[in-house]
């Protein structure tokens, strides 16, 4: 069930790959996406808020400030269904490409 989903959200997540690095795919239940440009932690949040989606800042993981991070958020999926996946992406989409 959650090689599905993990499997699901990666084929979404193609179209971000000009603007966001994709790690953390190889374990978890949770996708990290770098944003290339300037965006901040803080507008990617506030741009996914917009739009009904929760996200979460890899700032609140870290117990020190850790520059090359920023610009950095953390997609859950594990208590996601697949169709939440593919509308919460296309959200994504709608923020921040």
């Known amino acids: 069930v959650y090689r599905g989903k993990h499997d699901l959200l990666l084929e979404c997540l193609e179209a971000f790959g000009a603007k ?4 953390g795919e190889n374990g ?12 901040t932690e803080q507008e990617l949040l506030e741009r996914a808020a ?12 870290c117990i020190e400030p850790v520059n090359e991070l920023a610009g950095t958020v ?3 999926f594990g208590a996601m269904r697949e ?6 992406i296309q959200k994504l989409k709608e923020a921040w490409l």
Not at 20 to 23: M, Q, S
Not at 28 to 39: D, P, S, T, Y
Request: no cysteine.
């Open 20 to 23: 966001f690095y994709i790690t």
């Open 74 to 76: 953390l997609l859950g």
């Open 50 to 61: 917009q739009k009904d989606v929760r996200i979460y800042g890899i700032s609140d993981n």
């Open 28 to 39: 978890g239940l949770h996708i990290l996406l770098h944003a290339k440009h300037r965006m």
């Open 83 to 88: 169709e939440e996946i593919r509308t919460g």
